[in-house]
């Protein structure tokens, strides 16, 4: 593959990673983030604003040249927990080189990705490699709870005119072009608290949520619905709290669980199946409420797009292998942003990264960061430029 212009070197490339891994955006925070890469922007002569969401978060958006085709770039700032500090061999938010492996928390989910796209993006404003097309940068809040962020991109109609989008989810030499819907729900039993040596005065509020929850797990794990790329539908009890006291009747009862759900078990349907599970236990004397707190819809795009094809291309060229495409398990900014935009849609989640998100010494592939701005720099123009 010929060289491609790049403004920056391979230390200034790992010092702006550096910096974003040292901002402690865990599950709030963007908007230093976003603060950040709008500085480096306008260093460049390129314009961004950003969408203030509260006092510490919202979206940042920048754009080169102007008219038709429109690509999206996509990338969220948040960051998960780091977890158990012990566990870590170094500060999680100082970007650490062990053997060309580069820790640090959103190393991988997914600040290489984010800083490829915005170094990519630079660079070919300051080469001048765009003949025509526009380049959009969404830096998205809140994705890894609820995606918030990127319903504000959605709703604010930064996807209306975009005819084809790039997220920088961590993928490796891969592009993903479907992946599951996730749901997270809450289910509340109410009863009646009396001393255990006297059950029957009271309504143990345990019983029907665990009946409830073995219903659920069996009737969702054995659906025989399945999709071509994603599989089954999964149901997942993750959380469980119930009772005080060991010689208490418990008055109440919490869990919750997580669903990923396929386009042939959606997730209207999945709420309606556990609503018509929740109305036979309390017809029974239970008193179970269902919360669904988050509900993200599943992506499945075909492929087979000249955008996922050029990016194939272009990346076999760069990695000397092919690229393959695939489904991805994860929920990405997707489920809001091309929602409404069809299977034929050009959708590639291809970014820079590996299977360590969420993880302590999560990390990322020092050459393939720097690999990743090239691809990238190379991709945009072509695709822009055709």
Request: avoid cysteine.
């Amino acid at each position: 593959m010929d060289t491609v212009k790049n403004s920056f070197t391979d230390d200034e490339e790992l010092k702006i990673l550096q910096d974003l891994i040292a901002i402690h955006s865990v599950n709030n925070h963007e908007m230093e983030v976003a603060r950040y890469l709008q500085k480096l922007l306008k260093k460049h002569d390129i314009s961004a604003k950003i969408l203030r969401f509260s006092e510490t978060r919202g979206d940042l958006i920048a754009e080169i040249g102007s008219g038709k085709p429109v690509l999206g770039l996509s990338g969220h700032m948040d960051v998960v927990a780091a977890g158990d500090l012990s566990q870590w061999k170094t500060d999680p938010f100082i970007l650490t080189n062990i053997d060309g492996k580069l820790y640090g928390r959103g190393a991988t989910d997914m600040k290489a990705g984010l800083a490829a796209m915005v170094l990519a993006m630079i660079s070919i404003h300051d080469h001048h490699l765009l003949k025509h097309g526009t380049l959009r940068l969404m830096a998205s809040f809140g994705e890894e709870i609820g995606e918030q962020g990127s319903k504000l991109l959605k709703n604010k109609g930064y996807m209306r005119d975009v005819d084809a989008l790039l997220i920088g989810e961590p993928t490796g030499y891969q592009i993903a072009i479907a992946h599951k819907g996730s749901m997270d729900v809450r289910f509340t039993s109410h009863g009646t608290e009396a001393h255990s040596s006297r059950p029957q005065n009271g309504y143990n509020a345990i019983n029907p949520l665990m009946k409830l929850l073995i219903e659920a797990n069996r009737f969702f794990n054995h659906s025989l619905k399945t999709n071509s790329q994603l599989g089954k539908l999964t149901f997942s009890t993750t959380i469980f709290n119930g009772g005080e006291q060991v010689n208490s009747i418990p008055a109440l009862a919490q869990a919750e669980a997580n669903i990923r759900t396929i386009p042939e078990f959606n997730n209207a349907e999945v709420e309606k199946n556990l609503k018509e599970m929740i109305a036979k236990q309390n017809k029974a004397g239970a008193k179970v409420d269902l919360d669904v707190y988050m509900s993200e819809p599943s992506i499945e795009t075909n492929g087979q797009s000249k955008f996922i094809k050029l990016a194939q291309k272009i990346g076999a060229e760069f990695v000397g292998k092919a690229i393959p495409t695939f489904a991805l398990n994860p929920v990405t900014d997707a489920s809001n942003l091309i929602i409404d935009k069809g299977p034929d849609f050009p959708l590639a989640i291809f970014g820079p990264g590996n299977d360590t998100p969420h993880q302590v010494n999560e990390y990322v592939d020092q050459e393939m960061y720097l690999k990743f701005i090239d691809i990238y720099i190379a991709l945009f123009s072509a695709y822009l430029n055709n």
